[in-house]
């Protein structure tokens, strides 16, 4: 199986905390769009996956161009949600809550969100029911593509934490 990951456009905001949120993200070039649009059907893949989130939506219909009924939007693909602090500034968070989460952020969730576990268990999902033979086009957030590149290298995804993703660049994977 053939990936080509793209994770969105850079946000507008800075120092707030977001996953699940909606932010804005700066305007995406159309020479890079065009350049998406051309690979992606050279690749010739039956379509694009996305998530739902606004930032990934908008640079897949943009490529999808005439063929928006060719994206699929899934929700498995969304970023960490990390429940009361979207849309916080980082620096309103208590700090008694950043430092318990950071000691064990893979299996401590913040208040009322996922930990990094349960976004590993619905990329695991999503990755399942991929057609093995052909080749994908997804646009999503850098956990969810860390995710996905440990996954198919057979690797502890909590390796890529740190792994930068960068905006507007694809990535192929294996």
């Not at 700066?26 to 694009?48: G, M, T, Y």
């Not at 890529?160 to 993703?165: G, L």
Request: glycine share 4%; with cysteine; hydrophobic share 40%.
């Amino acid at each position: 199986m053939k990936l080509t990951l793209i994770r969105h456009a850079p946000p507008i905001v800075h120092g707030i905390c977001y996953g699940h949120s909606d932010v804005a993200v700066q305007s995406v070039p159309d020479h890079i769009i065009k350049e998406f649009r051309d690979q992606w059907l050279a690749a010739n893949c039956p379509q694009i996956w996305s998530s739902p989130s606004v930032r990934c939506k908008d640079i897949a219909t943009k490529i999808a161009g005439n063929e928006n009924h060719l994206i699929l939007f899934d929700e498995r693909l969304r970023e960490l949600h990390f429940g009361e602090w979207e849309n916080v500034p980082w620096s309103d968070i208590p700090r008694a809550q950043l430092d318990e989460w950071g000691a064990d952020w893979s299996a401590k969730a913040p208040p009322k969100g996922e930990n990094f576990h349960q976004l590993c268990f619905r990329i695991d999902n999503f990755l399942s029911e991929l057609n093995r033979k052909q080749a994908h086009w997804i646009i999503s957030h850098a956990g969810p593509i860390r995710v996905i590149l440990a996954r198919l290298r057979q690797q502890d995804p909590t390796l890529y934490f740190e792994t930068p993703i960068p905006h507007l660049e694809t990535l192929h994977a294996p």
